[in-house]
């Protein structure tokens, strides 16, 4: 059986696919759910529908956590259940922005912990309703050493949705989606436009500060990309984006917290760390916080 903490987007995705593939689920969300039907509609336009076991809690300290909070929400939501967990219970963090994992080791010191990435979009429409909005690659790689033993997990999941594939190098894989997060989504939040706007010429030479300075940070953590490719991964994610709103941008409109700590703030710790100066990132970081606390 899998357990899922977090009823959002990513989390039903995962339950709804994982059931249609035959697998026991159990989704853990944060307050009672008031139906046990999980409506899904697929990239093809297909509705599906799928009885769901649910609570606030765990229901076993053995079967597979799969965490699909987001990173501002993750230390509490395991914090919530730490009774439940047990000593070898495998978590599996599944987020955007980096930083929550070494937290997670805090709680849980001797569990394997596995990081994981989704490219997978899906719109939750109420709870318990989504749709997919996109098909994308899944990375799941160990944070720690007892998570190597671990790779198994990823054949279940990549039978739920394609794609799914293990990373002994997570640590390059979320790097580089922290570095496509840091180039769109506080741009794409400040400015409150879609993705696609970025692809104005306007924003080319602010888009390359942040990308020079990010890349300045990953060198120091001997994380390597070369700086006109990695350009070009985040100008075809911003194609491939375009009409989408970033999560970063949603959360400032709704008023939410958004996953600047773990993204633009995570750059910044790591940045003071090597001494290295990177103003057009703490500009944006502290842009956000602004915004965030206008919401107040
Ligand atoms: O956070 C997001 O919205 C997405 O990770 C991305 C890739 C920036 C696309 O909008």
Redesign the pocket.
């Given at each position: 059986m899998w357990q899922i903490i977090g009823a959002g987007a990513i989390g039903c995705l995962w339950a709804a696919n994982l059931k249609r593939t035959g697998q026991d689920v159990h989704l853990v969300s944060r307050s009672v759910l008031l139906s046990d039907t999980l409506h899904y509609q697929d990239l093809q336009q297909q509705d599906h529908q799928f009885t769901m076991s649910s609570g606030t809690t765990l229901i076993n300290s053995t079967d597979p956590v799969l965490v699909c909070v987001k990173a501002t929400q993750v230390k509490q939501a395991i914090q919530k259940q730490l009774k439940m967990i047990g000593p070898q219970q495998v978590i599996i963090l599944m987020h955007?922005g980096m930083g929550c994992a070494e937290q997670i080791q805090k709680l849980l010191p001797n569990n394997p912990i596995i990081c994981a990435t989704t490219a997978n979009a899906s719109l939750l429409h109420a709870p318990l309703e989504i749709q997919q909005t996109g098909l994308g690659i899944t990375y799941l790689g160990p944070f720690n050493k007892q998570a190597k033993l671990h790779k198994d997990l990823v054949r279940p999941l990549n039978l739920a949705l394609a794609n799914t594939h293990w990373a002994d190098d997570i640590k390059q894989k979320l790097w580089l989606?922290l570095l496509?997060?840091i180039a769109?989504?506080p741009l794409t939040a400040i400015y409150q436009i879609k993705?696609g706007l970025l692809q104005q010429s306007a924003f080319e030479p602010k888009i390359a500060a942040i990308t020079t300075e990010a890349l300045q940070v990953a060198q120091a953590e001997d994380i390597h990309f070369e700086e006109s490719e990695l350009l070009n991964i985040i100008r075809q994610?911003i194609d491939a984006?375009a009409e989408?709103y970033?999560?970063?941008n949603r959360d400032i409109y709704f008023q939410r917290s958004t996953e600047n700590e773990y993204i633009g703030g995570y750059l910044l710790k790591k940045a003071s760390r090597h001494n290295i100066e990177i103003p057009s990132i703490k500009s944006l970081y502290q842009q956000i916080k602004l915004l965030e606390k206008q919401k107040l």
């Open positions: 955007n989606k496509i997060n769109i989504n993705n994610v984006t989408n970033s999560s970063m």
